[in-house]
């Protein structure tokens, strides 16, 4: 059974950073394309960025140059740095094994003025 879950999330002022963990198992986590999602309310789930098993990484034009993602391979782990935070930022957070319907639970990210 794969379980897919996330910490991290939280909230921060306008400028400031965060860092959210996935973790997932029940899968050979090494071999799959990891992806982070995030949707605000009121609008649809927006693609943030993924990760190929290679480490390639691919970033939505909101984010680029301010979010990164990462993955450690041997803790099953998969990251996203958040930099420079803006209230637009503000949602709730998913950590999906990308192309499979396995997603975290969702953390709420709340970015103050």
């Known amino acids: 059974q794969v379980q897919v879950v996330q910490s991290g999330g939280g909230l921060v002022q306008a400028g400031g950073s965060l860092r959210h963990s996935c973790v997932a198992s029940?899968?050979?986590?090494?071999?799959?394309?990891m992806a982070w999602y995030r949707q605000s309310t009121g609008k649809e789930r927006e693609f943030l960025a993924d990760?190929?098993?290679?480490?390639?990484?691919t970033y939505a034009d909101s984010v680029k140059g301010r979010f990164f993602i990462s993955r450690d391979n041997t803790k099953n782990t998969l990251y996203l740095q958040m930099n420079s935070l803006q209230p637009e930022d503000t949602a709730v957070y998913y950590c999906?094994?990308?192309?499979?319907?396995?997603w975290g639970q969702g953390i709420q990210v709340t970015v103050s003025s």
């Open positions: 999906r094994v990308a192309d499979y319907p396995y």
């Open positions: 029940g899968l050979s986590f090494s071999l799959y394309r």
């Open positions: 990760i190929s098993a290679g480490g390639d990484s």
